[in-house]
């Protein structure tokens, strides 16, 4: 799989994620329907803590894809970025290989 | 330190400029040795992003890095935060302290103590929960 990374919401009670691992580039289309999906798992409370989070993590994917999307050229120097409300509660974002959030 | 009055630098070429040399200084000065990215932190038509997520990255060693997360004064985004972080880098498991916070002379010092602590491999979690403590609204 030549293109792959992950959505992560973190906190001390919560460990859950949506990756994407395929042969072709992420459309940002398909980042913020994953990046949603994440955010109606989470629990009304878990979502609410998080809700500034995931309007800012949505906005970079658009911004991402005005801009040529993320292109991760090869395996160990990823994109992360952390949206958090505080030390232990945030979502994650990381594009580990290959091209994200294209049109 | 005038970098400490900037207040918007977001999507800001020369402020974003300014901040970024400032804390690789400020790295370098603290850990004694050059700075050294482990993230990109470009979009696909080789544009920066200038977004303070992260503003500043570098490895300690192959296996510890620090990033630094900045944002502009807003009450709803942390002050200082702090956490450590496990990933993937050049293939194999990867630690890494992330501090993200609003700058200001108090953040400051706390985060080149952190830094330091960190670099010099003493900085436990008890430690860091103080910190956090101390800002946890």
Known sequence: MNHRGRFQAQGKNLGD??????????????????????HLRLTKNEAKIRSKGFVKCRKFI????????????????????????????????????????VK | MEVLAIGNFVDNEQNYTDLVDFWTYTFETVAGFPASS???NQYGNGEDILDGNPIFTSKINSLRGIRIIQSEQDVEEPVLSAWMNETIIDGHGFEELVIAIQLNLETYTETVQLIKLYCDGTLTPFVLQGYNEKYQG
């Open chain 1, 17 to 38: 994620s949506n990756s994407w691992a395929q042969d072709s580039p992420l459309l940002a289309i398909t980042g913020i329907q994953l990046l949603s999906e994440l």
């Open chain 2, 38 to 40: 482990y993230v990109n």
């Open chain 1, 62 to 101: 658009l911004s991402a894809s005005e801009n040529g999307g993320i292109n991760i050229s090869s395996m160990g120097k990823p994109l992360i970025k952390s949206f958090p409300k505080n030390y232990t509660e945030r979502l994650d974002l990381e594009v580990h290989l290959g091209v994200a959030f």
